[in-house]
């Protein structure tokens, strides 16, 4: 056995002893890959085991996540801290090892996989935000950011609508750095491929404007390091390599089959493997000798330590420039944010026009996009409704730089391509599209809460009120949604100065967030809130002397129909407070003292919100009604969707009296059954 077949198989043999162990897991994928990882990370990738965070190191993606034993072999025999403890305990409670890779979990692994097609899409946006970062900061004499994007997908990957997407967007853009490798095994979870899966890949991504490297034996350790050393001579295209393997390689009775792609072998096989391999060892035995070779903390440091020299160079002539790469590289925002903050929520306070909260969004990203450089958006075909562009914004286009993109009609490529982005570093990325389009992109948002990658989500023409485009484009039940997903903060502003704040959190917050915004005009309402309470997420907008006999709680547009309820109960000897709750999901996470403070223990509520009301009542802890939409709009003119579906100030009005007098009434019958039975 050749010292190569050796490192390939140790790959193969841990993954298979994992799997068995686990009793569950994907062998067939790490089985047929092992030569094409053996050749890329042993003579090609850039790394340092000792220091994940290295900031220009190469990436490496997993797109096929299923095949995560793969990767944690890897990244076990070539010194990153995974244990062969941690490799016993694949699959298990709080391992480091879970059955497919997670960012932020597993040392080494830069983004989680697992949804099909989605880490390519990943490794989209970290290649493009490389080649950004490298226009923006290299210099003639000294090319700081200077690494490549590698990634590993399969016919699955390549089947799924994102792929498409993304691989257009790369080809547009001239992505040389990036490098990707498809698992050509003819094999899926129903079979072989041929019967569902019959596009010519080499066309399709010469169409879309890659190299294509085809028909490379996956097998063949020469042929994987030539084709690997053309790619990396491409300078304008990013590179397909095509790879034909054998899924489950080294399995006797199992390879090429379906049945190896997602199950153990079962102990038979797996000790037909071993004579198969001719590998004599026990299970999650590795040789010393195999370990000394693959193990590339040596190599990885020796390589940082020469990236840091340059930037030590770096420091000394461009000192200014160096200080903000690495506050950007650290995702640390500068000391005077908060400052900035405040202030641009005062002015917001200042103007007195009734705009819709995507232009008030627009005026929010002008002013950030001139004092946080880091910042980098677009919108998916909706650029002049979404408001997502600013003045003087230059777009990225084939190998040029700039800070606009314009990704097409790709809501799911958008926010996949945001994900790698984020997870890359160096850029806080933002993104717009219709509300209701959301669902197009909903893995991958659900994803960005997964890894808690800082994306910025515009959604606009946020409900009915967008009107006559009719209940196609009329969101109803995705806020709603769209709050349900952990770690995701949703923010749906009432006027000027709410977006403010909700662009200022969104900018510090270490997750995603989306911000929900109207097509139509909403009056200046918070003119004298206080920015800290706004930022909790909800606070009182209005009210009257002493305790309240109702509290009011409206989000977005519908605030101001809180404001003009109030008034007319007013007249009707009803003391409403009106509560303006940008974000649930903000205003869950304060102290009880806080949000006690805003919605009395004690007092009936009223939510008004032109969405879905079910999640609205777990806010009534005396009870009370949700106005909303629980049903599919229509097309019309917003204002008459309005007063057809009952989201109007009178119709608040009536029913919280209506409301109120049925409460009271059953009160009074409660006294009158404790007093006639005697039961105090």
């Given at each position: 056995m050749s010292s190569a077949n050796l490192l390939s198989n140790a790959i193969r043999i841990l993954s298979v002893d994992a799997i068995e162990k686990a009793g569950s897991g994907h062998p067939g994928m790490p089985m047929g890959m092992a030569d094409i990882a053996y050749v890329l990370w042993n003579k090609y990738l850039r790394h340092n085991p000792k220091d994940c965070n290295w900031p220009d190191r190469d990436r490496f993606v997993l797109s096929n996540g299923h095949g995560s034993m793969l990767l944690y072999s890897l990244l076990h025999l070539s010194g990153y801290d995974i244990s062969i403890s941690d490799i016993k305990s694949f699959r298990q409670f709080n391992s480091l090892t879970p059955g497919h890779p997670e960012h932020g979990q597993t040392p080494g692994v830069e983004t989680t996989t697992g949804p099909l097609g989605q880490g390519f899409a990943n490794a989209v946006g970290m290649a493009l935000a490389e080649f950004l970062l490298a226009k923006e900061f290299n210099r003639p004499d000294l090319e700081l950011i200077n690494h490549r994007t590698y990634v590993f997908l399969g016919d699955g990957c390549l089947m799924e609508g994102i792929s498409h997407e993304a691989a257009s967007l790369a080809g547009t853009w001239g992505l040389n750095k990036l490098i990707a490798f498809w698992d050509d095994n003819g094999i899926s979870i129903d079979g072989s491929v041929e019967k569902w899966f019959t596009e010519d890949v080499k066309k399709r991504f010469e169409s879309y404007g890659w190299?294509?490297?085809?028909?490379?034996?996956?097998?063949?350790?020469?042929?994987?390091?030539?084709?690997?050393?053309?790619?990396?001579?491409?300078?304008?295209?990013?590179?397909?390599?095509?790879?034909?393997?054998?899924?489950?390689?080294?399995?006797?009775?199992?390879?090429?089959?379906?049945?190896?792609?997602g199950s153990p072998l079962g102990s038979s096989e797996v000790a037909k493997v071993r004579l198969q391999l001719s590998w004599q060892y026990e299970p999650f035995f590795i040789p010393e000798g195999v370990y000394k070779a693959w193990d590339a903390t040596d190599k990885g440091r020796h390589s940082q330590k020469i990236w840091e020299n340059l930037f030590s160079r770096y420091k000394e002539l461009y000192p200014d420039d160096a200080a903000e790469l690495s506050r950007r590289w650290r995702n640390v925002l500068p000391d005077s944010f908060n400052e900035w903050s405040r202030q641009l929520f005062t002015n917001a306070q200042k103007d007195e026009r009734t705009l819709a909260t995507r232009k008030s969004s627009q005026i929010c990203i002008d002013e950030w996009t001139k004092l946080l450089p880091e910042i980098i958006g677009g919108s998916a075909d909706l650029t002049p409704s979404n408001l997502t562009k600013w003045p003087n914004a230059e777009s990225v286009s084939k190998q040029t730089p700039g800070r606009y993109i314009h990704y097409g009609v790709r809501e799911f490529g958008l926010s996949a391509i945001m994900n790698g982005i984020a997870l890359h570093g160096g850029y806080v990325p933002?993104?717009?599209?219709?509300?209701?389009?959301?669902?197009?992109?909903?893995?991958?948002?659900?994803?960005?809460?997964?890894?808690?990658?800082?994306?910025?989500?515009?959604?606009?023409?946020?409900?009915?009120?967008?009107?006559?485009?009719?209940?196609?484009?009329?969101?109803?039940?995705?806020?709603?949604?769209?709050?349900?997903?952990?770690?995701?903060?949703?923010?749906?502003?009432?006027?000027?100065?709410?977006?403010?704040?909700?662009?200022?959190?969104?900018l510090s917050y270490s997750g995603p967030t989306a911000l929900i915004l109207s097509r139509q005009n909403t009056p200046p309402l918070a003119i004298k809130a206080d920015y800290s309470n706004v930022s909790c997420g909800a606070y009182i907008l209005l009210e009257g002397q002493g305790k309240p006999d109702v509290i009011i709680i409206a989000t977005g547009t519908e605030v101001a129909i809180a404001v003009e309820a109030r008034a007319i109960l007013q007249t009707r000897d009803v003391n409403a407070r009106v509560v303006s709750m940008p974000s649930t999901t903000v205003f869950d996470r304060q102290t009880d003292i806080y949000r006690e403070s805003v919605l009395l223990p004690g007092v009936p509520c009223v939510s008004v919100e032109s969405g879905v009301t079910r999640g609205w009542y777990r806010y009534f802890s005396a009870g009370g009604i949700a106005i909303g939409i629980d049903h599919f709009g229509a097309s019309a003119p917003c204002e008459v969707l309005y007063e057809a579906f009952g989201l109007t100030a009178l119709r608040v009005a009536d029913d919280t009296c209506d409301f109120l007098s049925s409460a009271q009434k059953k009160i009074l019958r409660e006294m009158d059954y404790e007093k006639d039975t005697g039961c105090y």
């Open positions: 190299l294509v490297i085809f028909s490379v034996d996956g097998h063949d350790i020469d042929a994987i390091d030539k084709a690997i050393s053309r790619a990396h001579k491409e300078i304008h295209r990013p590179v397909l390599i095509c790879c034909r393997t054998k899924i489950g390689y080294g399995s006797p009775n199992k390879i090429g089959t379906a049945e190896v792609h933002f993104g717009g599209t219709f509300l209701t389009f959301s669902d197009y992109a909903r893995n991958s948002i659900r994803m960005s809460a997964l890894m808690a990658t800082r994306c910025i989500y515009i959604f606009t023409h946020d409900s009915i009120g967008l009107g006559e485009d009719g209940p196609t484009h009329q969101p109803i039940e995705h806020v709603e949604s769209l709050r349900l997903i952990p770690n995701m903060m949703v923010w749906r502003p009432c006027d000027q100065a709410e977006t403010s704040a909700a662009w200022s959190f969104a």
